[in-house]
């Protein structure tokens, strides 16, 4: 995939055809397996543009997610089909009334789509009923494989193609999602090198926003600041899911900036700020997630909950490999944030113990991370058969699978002060006693602190494709102007300053602990 330095890179839309053969490579094994006969079409009907309630207002159209994996077809109103007993592809264009011509462009030739998109065949959508019937290699009523299953991260289902005619035809609406979905779960190199690039522009614009963050400024400027970076400079129309940019109290929300919760609130002085903000390139996402002191400077409470967050993130960092288990990353990860949380003297007592109580749930009610890809949450975390834990945050968890070779998957340990999780846990007699509530007092309006990384799984290991500052010495660096990365002179500089100064607060009385 070729890059430029003066724009973004070329899309090699070979990807499209290698993951539709991928899928046909996948679907006659599993046909193979159930003594099914190698015939029928592959069938999905691509996104349509949709007006804002009753107006003629148009979103900005964003194909939906498998039928972009399987075509890549960026325009609306399309239909794709894949021949199963051969593995040659159609697809089915809107055929446009020539007033497209007079307000939204020039009406493209049917020629023009078969080359771009690499199929064998280009025809119009009224016309799907006769082609198909005439191609089907089968015997007796022509077969469609239609996509229609649970996505386990929304608890939604896709939507089966529909057309006029298809009841000419038998169709299957339980084998296509649970393969599709499976093949999706592992990445080729041409989609984590969009994957990669999607989080190189994202990190960079993550940086512009530490920069330029000033108190008395407002949430939405740093999401502004965000948006103009991926666009101007990395040509992202599309963002991976809605901005969150949290200050104060506001950071301990997990999933703030919704409409209710605009990204609206003034920066001041003392704050935190929790930046989740990610691009998406070419339909494929990044997910970034940094935290920093708005003054540029962390104080020392800043600094031990930040560093809390940054050790576990480091430590799931250094064990994910192939044959790995995501609880075990989970378990690992709130391990790190209770040992950090004793070592501040937020609590006291044995961090075994509390993990037996789950108390790491309180502080990181969410799951370690999340499959991605052409979506922020990618799916196949739960195949079918396999269960969700009900204990306290492992129930959060996307997945629950072992890792493996070529998955890539967020790492986003989070700590967050959050009075409905903390105040039941502080009543409860299992967990009281392991607060000291009044260093909890101090941290009631802290907000939270999340470090989230988007990490490909490699044959012994696994790379991170996520480049921030992520030490606080870093991050102070930069919000006082240094370039990313670094150089030796203002490493010296800052880190050498940094390891002077404590990065846990004081460690409260044994013998005073209130519960």
């Given at each position: 995939m070729a890059s430029s330095s003066h724009g973004p890179p070329e899309i090699a839309m070979e990807l499209h055809a290698l993951n539709r053969a991928k899928l046909v490579h996948s679907f006659r094994q599993y046909l193979k397996a159930s003594s099914l006969p190698l015939f029928g079409f592959i069938l999905l009907q691509g996104g349509g543009e949709q007006s804002r309630y009753c107006s003629d207002h148009v979103p900005l159209f964003r194909q939906e997610s498998y039928f972009a994996y399987l075509f890549g077809v960026r325009e609306p109103g399309f239909y794709g089909a894949i021949d199963v007993s051969i593995g040659k592809s159609v697809l089915f264009a809107p055929r446009l009334t020539e007033d497209y011509a007079i307000w939204s462009g020039k009406i493209k030739p049917l020629s023009s789509f078969k080359e771009r998109y690499m199929v064998s065949l280009v025809c119009y959508s009224d016309e799907i009923t006769e082609v198909l019937k005439s191609h089907y290699r089968g015997p007796g009523k022509p077969l469609l494989y239609l996509l229609h299953g649970l996505n386990t991260d929304s608890n939604k289902f896709s939507t089966p193609a529909k057309f006029e005619g298809i009841e000419a035809f038998q169709t299957d609406m339980t084998s296509l999602h649970p393969i599709l979905s499976e093949i999706r779960v592992l990445k080729?190199?041409?989609?984590?090198?969009?994957?990669?690039?999607?989080?190189?522009?994202?990190?960079?614009?993550?940086?512009?926003?530490?920069?330029?963050?000033?108190?008395?400024?407002?949430?939405?400027?740093?999401?502004?600041?965000?948006?103009?970076?991926?666009?101007?400079?990395?040509?992202?129309?599309?963002?991976?899911?809605?901005c969150i940019c949290a200050t104060g109290e506001n950071s301990a929300f997990i999933h703030y900036g919704h409409a209710a919760a605009p990204n609206d609130r003034t920066l001041e002085d003392g704050d935190i700020a929790l930046m989740d903000m990610g691009a998406e390139y070419h339909f494929y996402a990044s997910d970034v997630a940094c935290s920093f002191p708005v003054n540029g400077k962390f104080t020392d409470d800043q600094r031990l909950v930040y560093n809390a967050v940054l050790k576990a993130h480091n430590a799931v960092l250094s064990t994910m490999k192939p044959g790995v288990n995501w609880i075990d990353m989970h378990k690992l990860a709130e391990k790190n944030i209770l040992e950090s949380l004793v070592a501040g003297g937020i609590l006291v007592g044995e961090v075994d113990s509390m993990m037996e109580e789950r108390l790491g749930a309180v502080f990181m009610p969410h799951g370690i991370g999340h499959f991605l890809g052409l979506d922020a949450h990618d799916p196949g975390g739960y195949p079918k058969g396999t269960e969700r834990p009900t204990e306290p945050g492992l129930k959060a968890l996307r997945t629950t699978r072992e890792l493996k070779e070529c998955m890539v998957i967020t790492v986003q340990p989070g700590c967050y002060f959050n009075d409905v999780l903390l105040m039941p846990a502080m009543e409860n007699p299992n967990t009281s006693k392991f607060f000291n509530q009044e260093a909890i007092e101090r941290f009631r309006k802290f907000g939270g602190v999340r470090i989230e990384s988007v990490v490909h799984v490699t044959s012994n290991g696994c790379e991170n494709l996520t480049d921030l500052p992520r030490e606080t010495w870093e991050i102070e660096a930069v919000m006082a102007g240094a370039s990313w990365p670094l150089d030796s002179e203002t490493i010296q500089k800052y880190k050498s300053t940094s390891s002077s100064s404590s990065s846990v607060a004081p460690e409260a009385p044994a013998t005073e602990v209130s519960t």
């Open positions: 080729s190199e041409l989609e984590i090198s969009l994957i990669k690039y999607a989080n190189d522009i994202s990190s960079a614009a993550h940086i512009e926003v530490m920069q330029k963050s000033k108190v008395g400024m407002k949430e939405y400027q740093l999401e502004m600041i965000f948006l103009h970076h991926i666009y101007m400079h990395g040509g992202c129309r599309h963002c991976s899911y809605t």
